[in-house]
């Protein structure tokens, strides 16, 4: 072999083989991503259905129509991820994978940009609740893994495949199967992890606590109540506290400049006499039942009846029973009237109720102000 072509020998397997560890170092990384990315929101489809429905409400206008696909999206997108991510983990049809990848991260990548820009979400969910991060540091993950999913492509010439084609099928529809199989399991139970602030575990009134050096959030507390067909905005100070004359309609929250939020902010219980009686629970040192039905248009009455049951067993016990909502005195009327239900009911915002349990509705008992158990109604 003469000198010139030993030298473009030796050149073309240098290389071959910094774009094999080119290859392999892309495909771990991203798969690595994909994965936990897949799988935090795989194991919680009603978080990112939460996160689906805030994003069309965001935009407004046409996409406020298509809150109904928010549920399937919850459900299909964190499988695609997971199945991605999976797939290049295992070399599993490695060249169709790295396409889907760099399709995947092509439509991210300026859908993050917008988001990042015009901040219609504070947070963007695409880690769900095991890893909130803003929205530019979000875009500017995707650019990265958008760069490698491209090296990917380009360093995955000439790979044969690691398997036989229909053994690389049959791994293929396992990997969706379970994805699929497993979301929906965690949609009719609970997430079979808790990342958020609630979890079994955690106590309230110390997730609750500031430090007394940390930043202070400057906001404004506003609540909407009606009389006599007319609607009129109260703030903490002159609300009509005991005053049954008006009816409690919503109520807002705006933030002049954010400061340190502990784990769990805004938990606040008002029951039907417009009493905050938070302290008053998470405080008490016997057991109380919480019974999460953030909308009441949305709650399953089957649930809500066998909720009843509870509370009938321990009405005449120390042990406390509320159910929160963040609907209206006038559906909370009409739901009692409909299901027949007698327990309590008390006023809670919506959001808080969503973070707490993913289900409607669901039940949490506390003690001493510490989360013990948590359940989905279909296993009250």
């Known amino acids: 072999m003469s000198p010139k072509n030993k030298y473009i020998s030796q050149s073309t397997s240098m290389w071959q083989k910094a774009a094999t560890w080119m290859m392999h170092i892309s495909r771990i990384l991203l798969a690595i991503v994909f994965i936990f990315s897949g799988f935090v929101k795989v194991i919680d489809p009603l978080g990112l259905t939460y996160k689906i429905e805030d994003y069309f409400t965001a935009f407004g206008g046409f996409f406020s129509n298509l809150t109904f696909l928010a549920l399937p999206g919850g459900i299909i997108l964190p499988v695609i991820e997971l199945v991605i991510g999976l797939n290049l983990l295992f070399m599993i049809h490695l060249r169709y994978t790295s396409f889907a990848a760099l399709l995947f991260m092509l439509i991210m990548t300026p859908l993050t940009l917008y988001i990042a820009i015009y901040n219609p979400v504070t947070d963007c969910g695409c880690f769900g609740d095991a890893l909130v991060i803003s929205n530019w540091q979000t875009f500017y993950k995707n650019i990265v893994f958008l760069v490698l999913s491209i090296v990917l492509i380009i360093t995955i010439r000439g790979k044969n495949p690691v398997l036989l084609p229909h053994i690389e099928w049959m791994v293929l ?41 940390a930043a202070k959030e400057k906001s404004t507390v506003t609540f909407i109540y009606e009389k006599d067909g007319l609607q009129k905005e109260f703030t903490l100070e002159n609300y009509p506290k005991g005053d049954s004359t008006w009816k409690f309609i919503d109520q807002k929250t705006t933030v002049i400049s954010k400061g340190y939020e502990a784990p769990i902010h805004n938990f606040t219980m008002v029951n039907s006499s417009f009493e905050d009686i938070t302290e008053d629970v998470i405080y008490y040192a016997g057991s109380t039942y919480l019974l999460i039905m953030y909308d009441l248009n949305k709650t399953s009455e089957k649930g809500a009846k066998k909720a009843q049951e509870i509370y009938e067993k321990y009405k005449n016990t120390t042990v406390r029973f509320y159910a929160l909502t963040a609907s ?29 349990i993913r289900s409607n509705p669901g039940l949490v008992l506390i003690k001493k102000g510490t989360v013990q158990k948590k359940w989905h109604w279909k296993d009250f």
């Open 328 to 356: 209206s005195d006038d559906q909370i009327a009409a739901f009692k009237e409909k299901t027949g239900v007698s327990y309590p009911f008390c006023k809670t915002d919506p959001i808080t109720l969503k973070t707490i």
């Open 173 to 213: 529809s396992a990997f969706t199967i379970v994805g699929v199989g497993l979301s929906v399991y965690c949609l009719n139970h609970l997430p079979l992890i808790d990342f958020r602030p609630y979890k079994i575990g955690v106590n309230i009134p110390d997730a609750m606590i500031i430090p007394e050096d």
